[in-house]
């Protein structure tokens, strides 16, 4: 980002939006049986170039909840916490939960404590009024063992502590291999389920994700009744090119029975919150693909 825009961002939009707050009733999305959100990483380039003017954009189509994937030495697609509030709120959108990997490095098992940095993410996901943190990724050297992988489950759930104290809940974002990988002869994601105190930690299955992984959504959401309160709601097709098997389209265009998965997770996954996410776009753009997942949720009563 230019200084020039920097600057323009950071005092004419800020100043624009902080007199200028869009009424709620022209974006507001069906709410009938939860939250739509978007996770902001589908409009990735977009958020990059133009912040202000992206979540704009995703406010007129109207959605009003979303979800970050950057937060960088405390600051939000390059703004701080309450500069980002004021963005947000100026365009009636809340930010209800964000991604940021939660590594080894992040907890002082010496101390039995955690890192400036952690506390400083969980201070700042409170500022934009969160109500979940999310860890979208487990680094290898934390997973090598069984044990190993155990006592990090525990930080999950003290992670989970140190949110509830900001009126927050901590959160894991699972990809595939955590359904094909084992350790003692059993899943990952099974040995998660097993450890992760449900009150302090909520498990945001990704719906797609799971598919490169051998796994089934529907198989995922039958088997763990009421424990998703928040979800990626995602559909895949086969992919021509690369190392994964699966790549994200657009919802009800793929395998992944997408209605039917989202259905479940209202009737029996205790859901309450719905993260679309799309990585990929075939012949469309990002914004196209945002508001025609979010035009079948609403179809589907979202």
């Known amino acids: 980002m230019k200084t020039s825009r920097r600057t323009f961002v950071k005092t004419g939009a800020l100043a624009v939006l902080a007199t200028t707050v869009f009424p709620r009733s022209a974006f507001a999305s069906s709410e009938k049986k939860g939250m739509v959100g978007l996770q902001l990483y589908s409009v990735r380039d977009d958020m990059m170039r133009d ?19 950057n937060y960088i ?30 590594t080894k490095q992040h907890w002082d098992d010496a101390k039995k404590d955690f890192s400036d940095i952690w506390k400083f993410t969980v201070e700042d996901a409170s500022t934009l009024g969160q109500k979940w943190v999310i860890s979208p990724f487990m680094d290898e050297t934390m997973r090598k063992t069984y ?19 900001s009126g927050m809940k901590f959160g894991y974002h699972n990809h595939d291999f955590e359904f094909s990988q084992k350790l003692n002869g059993e899943k990952i994601f099974d040995i998660m389920m097993k450890t992760l105190n449900p009150d302090l930690v909520a498990m945001q299955l990704d719906i ?6 051998g796994a089934s959504a529907l198989d995922v959401m039958s088997q763990y009744p009421g424990r998703f309160e928040i979800i990626h709601v995602k559909d895949e097709i086969a992919a021509k090119e690369g190392n994964e098997k699966y790549i994200s389209t657009i919802l009800d265009e793929g395998i992944v029975k997408t209605q039917k998965v989202v259905d479940l997770a209202t009737k029996k996954g205790g859901t309450k919150c719905y993260i679309i996410e799309q990585e ?4 469309k753009t990002p914004m196209y693909c945002a508001k025609a997942d979010l035009d079948i949720m609403k179809k589907w009563g979202y």
């Open 51 to 69: 912040p202000v003017g992206s979540l704009t954009q995703l406010a007129k189509m109207g959605y009003v909840y979303v979800e970050h994937a």
């Open 73 to 102: 030495d405390r600051k939000f697609y390059g703004f701080s916490a309450p500069e980002f509030r004021k963005v947000l709120d100026g365009l009636g959108l809340k930010m209800i939960s964000g991604h940021t990997v939660m």
């Open 147 to 165: 044990d190993d992988f155990k006592k990090y489950m525990e930080v999950f759930n003290k992670s989970g502590e140190l949110c509830k104290k």
């Open 208 to 213: 797609g994700n799971l598919y490169n992984g």
């Open 280 to 283: 990929s776009y075939g012949d």
